[in-house]
């Protein structure tokens, strides 16, 4: 560390990425790391996500690091998908295995990031007013963890309790004889609508776009499986690295449009009774085929109509306007079941939409509601919403956020033209959300983390994504998500869609994780194309 500093590197958030930001710089390159954390622990998503049911839809031996044998053969997670709680003690375990701890200042949001070009190095502002200066920032603020809250006009006249999904307080909150309204049928609402139908007195559904949902069948892990997959960890991290997302699944021989009826149903039928994001993996095709795409859409529409017994439910509930998948699929735990019991109701905000909130309860334009509680499963303002609360400015004092006004532009995700030195980690522009993120997450630590031991060791000040470099990449992936659905759904958050005002661009890199990677290697082999060194 030269003396004008304060910390060689300074990393921005402590969930999954920005601990293994740490371990990497700190450990194997040895440079001086601060983490700045907004929460008084680490987690990152899971640490604000702590609402009822939540639990990652990624199966939890896949869903952990696996840069450290050491801890993988110490951890032992107890079912197939691990819940919240479950993965906050994970990282708490890998923060203290690693002692990571003495590294993070808890409570400390960072406000603003400034370069000085003069001297190149980042002036780091927090929420307190301190400077601090460091010739690294690396981005770890996670793409899911600014809340969407939608400003619903009377919002603030409620008498009763409001709680949002993704800032869920740490104490219980009971639903107990509650008349409770849940807006959103994402993930989130999917998972936390059949906790609560449990204990509400009446849980009222305000539904804006149906939504398909396969069965997680979650399920206790056996000690068979745990020895098993603690013989073969390097198996499983092959298969992941395989695959286009990131997981274990068995990689899709067949298309859907050309595999005999009987057999695409056999296929269909099995993986729905395995359960699991997995169903996404049934045929190779189904996010570049149209005709593809709509038998596995009708075949989830089907199972809907077949679960919910009343007619009219069952018609606004597979209503579904979008091709399946084109959204981030949800898997529940009894969701569509939910709908049958006595306690349950599903209001069509698409058909009438919510007109306002008022002192007890929400009106929508032709009907009104009493609700002791309003939860909000309304999503977040993915992927550029915890960027752009910091005041970023790089050189000539340019502002990330004017750069971005049309959407991200990123050289891979990983850097912006004109802000030397800074790293984004599963950033706009990369595969990230559409992958099992701890993959997604190694891989980007991973190169960041060779980069700066490229830089360190040959005593270069600065490193920099070319102007033509950003923008071939941002043109590479606008390309790749025009060939395929995704954009076809006009509503999802990959697109911006459910912020308003937010520019409608793809977001995330769709060309898979397999091929990222390969492209990036190539990048760093070849000399860091695309990037300046001074
Ligand atoms: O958010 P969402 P989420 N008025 O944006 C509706 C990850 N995740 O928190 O579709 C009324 O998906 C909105 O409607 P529409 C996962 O990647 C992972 O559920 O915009 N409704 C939608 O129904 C996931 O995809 C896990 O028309 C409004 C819902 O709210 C991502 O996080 C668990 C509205 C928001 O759905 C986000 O999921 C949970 C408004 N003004 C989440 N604004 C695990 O792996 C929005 N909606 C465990």
Same mark, same amino acid.
């Given at each position: 560390?030269?003396?004008?500093?304060?910390?060689?590197?300074?990393?921005? /958030?402590?969930?999954?990425?920005?601990?293994?930001?740490?371990?990497?710089?700190?450990?194997?390159?040895g440079?001086s790391?601060?983490?700045f954390e907004?929460?008084?622990?680490?987690?990152?998503?899971?640490?604000?996500n702590?609402?009822p049911?939540?639990?990652c839809d990624?199966?939890?031996?896949?869903?952990?690091?696996?840069f450290?044998?050491k801890?993988?053969?110490?951890w032992?997670?107890?079912e197939?998908?691990?819940?919240?709680?479950?993965?906050?003690?994970?990282?708490?375990?890998?923060?203290?295995?690693?002692?990571?701890?003495n590294?993070?200042?808890?409570?400390?949001?960072?406000t603003?990031?400034?370069f000085?070009?003069?001297?190149?190095?980042?002036?780091v502002?927090?929420?307190?007013?301190?400077?601090?200066?460091?010739?690294?920032v690396?981005?770890?603020?996670?793409?899911?963890?600014?809340?969407?809250?939608?400003?619903?006009?009377?919002?603030?006249?409620?008498?009763?309790?409001?709680?949002?999904?993704g800032e869920?307080?740490?104490?219980?909150?009971s639903?107990?004889?509650?008349?409770?309204?849940?807006?959103?049928?994402?993930s989130?609402?999917?998972?936390a609508?059949?906790?609560i139908?449990?204990?509400?007195?009446f849980?009222?559904?305000?539904?804006?776009?149906?939504?398909?949902?396969?069965?997680?069948?979650?399920q206790?892990?056996?000690?068979?499986f745990?020895?098993?997959?603690?013989?073969?960890?390097?198996d499983?991290?092959?298969?992941? #690295? #395989?695959?286009r997302g990131?997981?274990?699944?068995? #990689?899709?021989?067949?298309?859907?449009?050309?595999?005999?009826?009987?057999?695409r149903?056999?296929?269909?039928?099995?993986?729905?009774q395995?359960?699991?994001?997995?169903?996404?993996?049934?045929?190779d095709?189904?996010?570049?085929?149209?005709?593809?795409?709509?038998?596995?859409s009708?075949?989830?529409k089907?199972?809907?109509?077949?679960?919910?017994?009343?007619p009219?439910?069952a018609?606004?509930l597979?209503?579904?306007?979008h *091709?399946?998948s084109?959204?981030r699929?949800?898997?529940?735990t009894?969701?569509?079941?939910?709908?049958?019991?006595?306690?349950?109701?599903?209001?069509?905000?698409?058909?009438?939409?919510?007109?306002?909130?008022?002192?007890?309860?929400?009106?929508?334009f032709?009907d009104?509601f009493?609700?002791?509680?309003?939860?909000?499963?309304t999503?977040?303002?993915a992927?550029?919403?915890s960027i752009?609360?910091?005041?970023?400015?790089?050189?000539d004092?340019?502002?990330?956020?004017?750069?971005?006004?049309? /959407? *991200?532009?990123?050289?891979l995700g990983?850097q912006?033209?004109g802000?030397?030195?800074?790293?984004?980690?599963?950033?706009?522009?990369?595969?990230?959300v559409?992958?099992?993120?701890?993959?997604?997450?190694?891989?980007?630590?991973?190169?960041?983390t060779?980069?700066?031991?490229?830089?360190?060791s040959?005593?270069?000040?600065?490193?920099?994504?070319?102007?033509?470099?950003v923008?071939?990449?941002?043109?590479?992936?606008?390309?790749?998500?025009?060939?395929?659905?995704?954009?076809?759904?006009?509503?999802?958050?990959?697109?911006?869609?459910?912020?308003?005002g937010k520019?409608?661009v793809?977001?995330?890199y769709?060309?898979? #994780?397999?091929?990222?990677?390969?492209?990036?290697?190539?990048?760093?082999?070849?000399?860091?194309?695309?990037?300046?060194?001074?």
């Amino acid at each position: 560390m030269t003396e004008r500093l304060d910390f060689d590197a300074i990393i921005i /958030g402590a969930g999954f990425s920005g601990l293994y930001q740490l371990y990497k710089l700190r450990d194997e390159i040895g440079l001086s790391v601060q983490i700045f954390e907004a929460a008084d622990n680490v987690g990152g998503t899971w640490y604000w996500n702590r609402y009822p049911g939540a639990r990652c839809d990624s199966e939890s031996h896949t869903y952990c690091y696996y840069f450290s044998e050491k801890l993988l053969k110490k951890w032992e997670w107890s079912e197939r998908y691990p819940g919240q709680a479950e993965i906050l003690e994970y990282l708490n375990f890998v923060t203290d295995t690693l002692r990571l701890r003495n590294n993070i200042r808890f409570n400390s949001r960072i406000t603003k990031s400034e370069f000085l070009e003069s001297e190149k190095i980042w002036l780091v502002t927090d929420n307190s007013g301190k400077l601090y200066r460091s010739k690294y920032v690396i981005n770890a603020v996670g793409c899911l963890s600014t809340a969407n809250k939608p400003d619903i006009p009377g919002i603030k006249k409620f008498n009763g309790k409001i709680y949002h999904t993704g800032e869920w307080p740490h104490e219980e909150i009971s639903f107990s004889n509650k008349r409770v309204g849940v807006i959103g049928t994402g993930s989130s609402g999917i998972q936390a609508i059949p906790v609560i139908s449990e204990t509400a007195r009446f849980l009222t559904v305000f539904q804006r776009t149906p939504n398909y949902s396969v069965p997680a069948r979650n399920q206790k892990l056996s000690t068979e499986f745990i020895n098993d997959f603690k013989n073969k960890t390097q198996d499983w991290l092959e298969k992941m #690295l #395989l695959s286009r997302g990131g997981h274990a699944w068995p #990689l899709p021989l067949k298309h859907a449009f050309d595999t005999p009826e009987q057999e695409r149903l056999e296929i269909m039928n099995d993986a729905w009774q395995n359960g699991g994001l997995g169903f996404r993996e049934c045929f190779d095709d189904i996010l570049t085929n149209t005709t593809s795409n709509k038998i596995m859409s009708e075949f989830l529409k089907d199972k809907i109509r077949s679960i919910v017994k009343n007619p009219e439910r069952a018609k606004a509930l597979s209503d579904i306007d979008h *091709p399946f998948s084109t959204k981030r699929p949800p898997i529940d735990t009894n969701y569509f079941e939910t709908f049958n019991k006595p306690n349950v109701s599903l209001v069509d905000i698409r058909k009438d939409p919510i007109k306002e909130i008022f002192t007890k309860g929400l009106r929508t334009f032709s009907d009104e509601f009493e609700l002791d509680i309003i939860v909000f499963a309304t999503g977040f303002d993915a992927m550029t919403g915890s960027i752009l609360k910091i005041d970023i400015r790089g050189r000539d004092n340019s502002s990330i956020k004017n750069i971005w006004s049309a /959407g *991200p532009k990123t050289y891979l995700g990983l850097q912006v033209a004109g802000f030397p030195n800074m790293f984004f980690l599963t950033g706009p522009g990369s595969p990230s959300v559409l992958t099992n993120m701890p993959r997604a997450i190694e891989q980007h630590v991973d190169w960041v983390t060779d980069c700066i031991s490229h830089m360190e060791s040959n005593n270069l000040n600065s490193v920099e994504a070319t102007p033509e470099a950003v923008e071939n990449w941002v043109d590479h992936v606008n390309d790749t998500a025009n060939n395929t659905l995704l954009p076809k759904a006009k509503h999802s958050w990959y697109l911006g869609a459910n912020v308003p005002g937010k520019p409608r661009v793809f977001m995330p890199y769709t060309g898979g #994780l397999n091929k990222y990677r390969d492209i990036c290697n190539k990048i760093a082999k070849d000399g860091y194309a695309g990037f300046l060194f001074s």
